[in-house]
């Protein structure tokens, strides 16, 4: 039998122990209160599944007691004890909520049925709740995986069709600007001017392209190398590729592996950029002075990579949008709102799982778990990016 | 320093793209020959004398690697840097396994351009002069020389 919290509420003293020795010597051993203020200070200090409630009390009255139970513990179910005939008093408190009623004197074995089903209900609302709350979450993961999934194919597609015009526009500011700076050109009237605009549309360029070229890593599906991959070396050297910006913050590097981590079976090069993205948006949300993590474990044949800061945090609004891509909390030109989706695509891509922790004032840590091996399947395509127009095609006859 | 100049093949089928990069390789002091496709880029190779052949990948009709395993066949001594316009690093590897002398992705950064340039010229000249010189002592052997 499993273990049904119950409390028994009588003002009868005698009844009351009685039953309760009855009651714990089938399984339940109940709570007792010899009145409904006792009833109402036990329930606070400890919620209770089924309380067993007699009508006519001193003070205050059973209806009143079921009242409270209803409004502050709604999932508590109330079996009420009246009087002999009495059943106005059990149809009134069915009306307010309990789950039945039992007509003293009361048969031992009706009790303890009714308690039964009351806790069998409480179980299986519980379950419709778990259920509701499970599909709930997965219709939103599945919405959430979908709309990416498309929205990186669209992505892809317009950065590779964005490059070849980007390029054209870069090689004629580029040649513009060979023009004007040569001798002949030293008296062009507004030199400066045109230098200057110049400059911006070169600048314009760049920041494109930086986005160009990261969606389209983010996109790729299909090339991957594999090796022996040493996570504490990696580490190492992704830390002194971002050295000197944190020594500019005078941020204080702290490295935690744990002697059994060893290594594992992984594509470097992308555990690298995964590296450095977790490593410079610590930098980026941590003050002058403050700490960072990085710290290596292993646990249950998978490796886990944790880097946390000792920064601002993450407000909760924002936890579940950090990872979509062209989410960006920096000024336009400084984040492009892509390191994290990219961060995530690499490493669900070498089996691994990406979670965040955030706490507002006190920092944010980003736990990668990786297994020790892992063999990527390998693409449809292999050697060549599927043609926008045909990626979208396939997007919306099947979902990837 | 005079600058001597690369004498450089660009193929793609975007012709502005073309048009903008040759002017301003001109411009620093490059021989420019442009192609439009393949095909052409191979026509150009057997009429003019070309050191870097600057070749994309993507490419209707002949395709950039097709085109650059016809060089590297006809014309083993030309250089060839791939250009491409999308994320898949491994057409252009693969162009490398076949010979290419580097890739760049677009667009390009100029300086990274031109120095790759340079890098394929040199090697060029560098195979070149070993060849001059197997071939002198080839022929001073011939000829009964010195040794």
């Known amino acids: ?400 | 320093m005079i600058k001597i100049p690369t004498k450089v093949l660009l193929v793609d089928d975007e012709k502005d793209f073309i048009e903008m990069l040759s002017l301003r390789l001109k411009e620093v002091g490059e021989r420019i020959t442009v192609a439009h496709s393949g095909q052409e880029g191979l026509d150009a190779l057997e009429k003019a004398d070309i050191d870097v052949v600057i070749l994309d990948i993507k490419m209707p009709g002949m395709d950039g690697i097709e085109t650059l395993t016809e060089i590297k066949k006809k014309y083993p001594l030309v250089e060839v840097i791939m250009l491409t316009g999308h994320g898949s690093t491994e057409t252009a590897v693969q162009g490398m396994k076949l010979g290419a002398f580097d890739y760049l992705m677009k667009p390009a950064d100029f300086n990274d351009l031109t120095a790759k340039l340079e890098g394929a010229r040199k090697r060029k000249d560098e195979q070149e002069e070993r060849i001059r010189k197997a071939e002198a002592k080839f022929l001073l052997r011939k000829s009964g020389g010195i040794f």
């Open chain 1, 1 to 400: 039998m499993k273990d049904i919290r119950l409390l028994l509420v009588d003002d009868e003293d005698d009844f009351r122990q009685t039953l309760a020795k009855r009651l714990a010597k089938k399984g339940i051993p109940p709570e007792q209160a010899e009145n409904g203020e006792k009833a109402l200070s036990i329930l606070e200090k400890k919620e209770m599944d089924v309380v067993v409630l007699d009508v006519k009390m001193p003070g205050m009255d059973g209806i009143e007691v079921l009242h409270h139970i209803k409004k502050k513990h709604p999932r508590t179910e109330v079996i009420f004890l009246t009087g002999h005939a009495a059943t106005q008093d059990g149809v009134d408190g069915i009306k307010t909520g309990a789950f039945d009623y039992l007509s003293k004197p009361i048969e031992f074995e009706h009790l303890l049925s009714k308690i039964k089903q009351a806790y069998d209900k409480i179980e299986r609302e519980e379950e419709k709740l778990r259920e509701a709350q499970f599909r709930n979450k997965m219709e939103h993961q599945m919405a959430t995986t979908e709309r990416l999934a498309s929205l990186g194919t669209l992505a892809a597609g317009v950065a590779h069709e964005i490059n070849n015009p980007l390029a054209i526009i870069n090689e004629s500011a580029g040649w513009l600007k060979l023009i004007i700076s040569k001798e002949e050109m030293a008296q062009m009237p507004r030199k400066q001017d045109f230098e200057m605009a110049l400059n911006k549309i070169e600048k314009g360029v760049d920041r494109a392209r930086r986005i160009t070229h990261q969606l389209l890593g983010f996109a790729k599906k299909d090339d991957s190398v594999m090796a022996e991959v040493n996570l504490s070396e990696l580490a190492d050297e992704a830390i002194q590729l971002v050295s000197r910006e944190m020594a500019n913050k005078e941020i204080e590097i702290i490295r935690e592996t744990a002697p059994d981590t060893g290594t594992i079976w992984s594509d470097p090069y992308q555990l690298r950029q995964v590296l450095i993205n977790l490593i410079t948006n610590a930098i980026h949300a941590t003050e002058s002075g403050g700490k960072i993590t990085v710290m290596l474990e292993a646990v249950n044949g998978e490796i886990n990579l944790t880097v946390q800061d000792s920064g601002q945090g993450i407000p909760k609004e924002n936890l579940d949008k950090i990872f979509e891509p062209f989410f960006s909390t920096k000024s336009p030109g400084e984040g492009t709102g892509l390191g994290l989706s990219v961060t995530r695509g690499i490493i669900e891509k070498l089996g691994g799982t990406i979670r965040v922790k955030s706490r507002l004032g006190h920092g944010t840590s980003f736990c990668i778990t990786l297994p020790r091996y892992y063999e990527i399947k390998e693409g449809l395509d292999q050697d060549e990016r599927i043609p926008f127009l045909d990626n979208l095609a396939k997007q919306s006859g099947s979902t990837q």
